[in-house]
């Protein structure tokens, strides 16, 4: 089951400096607030981009 994350997408015109889920991210740190995360490939045609993700997966 999947939810959607609560709150209003970010302006298109004036999207935040950081990652543009921070205003509604239950995770989002200093991190996320000063730079976007890069887009990262994944299996397939699929991408991520995520600090919270990279942190996680980092061996
Ligand atoms: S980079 Fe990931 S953890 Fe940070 S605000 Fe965006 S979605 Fe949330």
Redesign the pocket.
Known sequence: MSSAAEGQPPDLAALPA?????P??????D???AA??SLEAAAGSRAW??????AESAP
């Not at 950081?18 to 921070?22: H, P």
């Not at 509604?24 to 740190?29: F, L, S, V």
């Not at 981009?49 to 990279?54: D, I, N, S």
């Open positions: 950081g990652c543009a889920f921070a509604r991210c239950p995770y989002t740190h991190r996320c607030l976007p995360p981009a995520c600090y919270g993700y990279e």
